[in-house]
């Protein structure tokens, strides 16, 4: 069975941090391109950041970029965000997906383009 499973989600301050995880299983994880995606509430999915399948291409949203870090570990299929100086916009559910296309494509792919999403992490950036 396929599972995307995120955690670290959490309240906390403005210009706070936080490190979210996803766990993966079922599937050949370093095969796959990774992206974090967000729903705030009341309004659509967001694209965050995006990481190749080794690891060694990172891209993020003009809103991540700068205080987010999106990275990997292969060996323990794991993702993971940390997002650093939060600031209330960033309070939504965070998802994980996966995807066995190119990372070239991440930014721009829709929900039903990835092969796999998790079950989200609610953050919330309140004082």
């Known amino acids: 069975e396929v599972q995307l499973v995120e955690s670290g989600g959490g309240l906390v301050q403005p210009g706070g941090s936080l490190r979210l995880s996803c766990a993966a299983s079922?599937?050949?994880?370093?095969?796959?391109?990774m992206s974090w995606v967000r729903q705030a509430p009341g309004k659509g999915l967001e694209w965050v950041s995006g990481i190749s399948s080794g690891g060694g291409i990172t891209i993020y949203a003009d809103s991540a970029k700068g205080r987010f870090t999106i990275s990997r570990e292969n060996a323990k299929n794991t993702l993971y965000l940390q997002m650093n100086s939060l600031k209330p916009e960033d309070t939504a559910v965070y998802y994980c997906?996966?995807?066995?296309?190119?990372?070239?494509?991440?930014?721009?792919?829709?929900?039903?383009?990835?092969?796999?999403w998790g079950q989200g992490t609610q953050v919330t950036v309140n004082s």
């Open positions: 079922g599937f050949t994880f370093s095969q796959y391109a």
């Open positions: 997906a996966a995807s066995s296309g190119s990372w070239r494509s991440l930014r721009s792919m829709g929900k039903d383009e990835y092969d796999y």
